[in-house]
């Protein structure tokens, strides 16, 4: 008599299983967000029409932020980060470049760093200039861009 019992309730019209799928979307949105949040968007932009000379004991940086970036041309033209327009035809254009730079740099926490990306063909009183004006108004931290030698 179970066992009848049994079977006329596994006989009975089955429903379909539905899964709620909502709180599985919501996790989702949840981790995109938290990947964007926790991402490291700082890039620096590299200036094509520069060479940067090859250099054997090249590093890697360890910290992008707080970076300066100034390219130099071969003809000694400069030029900052968003290199396509030519700010810094005047040495108070160098210098308020680097001050508003600096400046960004910390309110937002970081040491503020002079990257120079000098053309291998750059004759140095150009990096020389740019130096001093650094200096001038408070960076005292100087990268140079360049090659890693592979072989």
Known sequence: MASNRLRAANSAVEEEGKMDMSPMIDMVFLLLLFFLVVSNPKTIKIDPKVTPPIAAAAQTPKNKYGKIVVNIHEDGTLRGERFDVDLLDTDEGLEAY??????????????????????????????????????????????????????
């Not at 150009?126 to 108004?137: D, E, L, Q």
């Open 98 to 151: 680097l001050k508003d730079n600096k400046e960004a740099a910390e309110s937002a926490g970081h040491t503020p760093i002079l990257h120079i990306r000098g053309d291998q063909e750059t004759v140095f009183k150009y990096c020389r200039k740019v130096i001093r004006s650094a200096a001038g108004i408070g960076i005292s931290q100087v990268a140079f861009g360049g090659y890693i030698n592979d072989k």
